[in-house]
């Protein structure tokens, strides 16, 4: 109830794949031009919200709902739903004159077994070095930055971020700036995978 009216959630979950640019932030403020709110297209009298963020200077994958449990359940670590990043680096000045300007195994060892961001430890995750300044991380957490500030604590500035993969779904062939709706199997999958 709010101010005497009774408030019905939502009956039918919309849920939608969008193919975030880099520059588009994640807020709903109708008044900044690179908001989110201005780039997607809302089903009418639908709020459609992302599950979880991407900061303005990564892309790929946002999933759009306007089911709020759902949400919670993907965010939540506890259902340690994966997350799959493809990550561009470059060595910071320190690695560059220690003759260390390549990613290497220890890189991905520090970033599986977790780094101290904040006093906290993170999460195990899984990493691939795919090259010497490329690698694939699978996070199970979402902390502010988390990507950027790991790569950081090992000596290298992330340059390019994109999240390619969401618990089951992936961007396939969908363009940038674009959205479609989810398929039923892969609503079934989603609603499946969350715990």
Known sequence: MVDGELIKAPTHRHY??????????????????????????????????????????????????????????LLSPQFKQPKEYLVQVKPCY?????GQAKLDQGFARALSDGVLLDGELTLPCEVSIISDNQFIIVLKQGLNRQIRRM???????????????????TLQDLPVGEQRQLSEKEITNLLVCQG
Do not use: M
């Open 151 to 169: 790569a950081q604590s090992q000596g290298f500035k992330v340059i390019d971020l994109k999240r390619r993969a969401f618990a089951d779904l």
């Open 16 to 73: 939608w794949l969008y193919h975030k640019a880099v520059g588009i932030d994640c807020n709903f403020n109708e008044s900044d031009s690179d908001s989110l709110v201005n780039h997607i297209k809302q089903p009418p009298n639908i709020r459609l919200f992302p599950v979880g963020r991407l900061d303005k200077d990564s892309h790929g994958l946002l999933l759009l709902t306007n089911d709020g449990e759902l949400c919670h359940r």
């Open 94 to 98: 320190q690695r560059i004159s220690s």
